[in-house]
C-alpha cells in the first residue's frame, strides 16, 4: 500500500522555521522524483520545491527560493522541506508527492500520489 505521511506541521511566528518531513512507504522510493505542494485556503495548489529522483537537483518556486530547502535521504525514504523566514503568505496545507519515473527537478509532472497534508500557520 502506498503512504505518503507528512508531519512537521504547527503554529509558528513570523520569521520563525519548521521542517516538513515526508516518509513514503509502499513503493521503490529511489525511483521517485518528489515535490512539496501547498493550498492556502482560496487559492489554488502551488508547487513549492520539487527535487528530482536520482541527482539531487531542486525547484523552488520564487516565493520560497532562498528561504527554503529541499532534500531527501533514500536510506530513510524521506524528503524534508526546511522552511525559514517563514511570512503569513506561507499559511496553507503542504502535501508531498510522488512521481514514477527518472526525472529531472519540477513540480509540473502528473504527481502519481500524494499525502493527506500537514498545516503550516505563520502568524503572531
Not at 72 to 91: H, I
Amino acid at each position: 500500500q502506498v503512504q505518503l505521511v507528512e508531519s512537521g506541521g504547527g503554529l509558528v511566528q513570523p520569521g520563525g522555521s519548521l521542517r516538513l518531513s515526508c516518509a513514503a512507504s509502499g513503493f521503490t522510493f529511489d525511483y521517485y522524483a518528489i515535490g512539496w505542494f501547498r493550498q492556502a485556503p482560496g487559492k489554488e495548489r502551488e508547487g513549492v520545491s520539487c527535487i528530482s529522483t536520482s541527482d539531487g537537483a531542486t525547484y523552488y518556486a520564487d516565493s520560497v527560493k532562498g528561504r527554503f530547502t529541499i532534500s531527501r535521504d533514500n536510506a530513510k525514504n524521506t524528503v524534508y522541506l526546511q522552511m525559514n523566514s517563514l511570512k503569513p503568505e506561507d499559511t496553507a496545507v503542504y502535501y508531498c508527492a510522488a512521481v514514477y519515473g527518472f526525472l529531472r527537478a519540477s513540480c509540473s509532472y502528473e504527481y502519481n500520489y500524494w499525502g493527506q497534508g500537514t498545516q503550516v500557520t505563520v502568524s503572531s
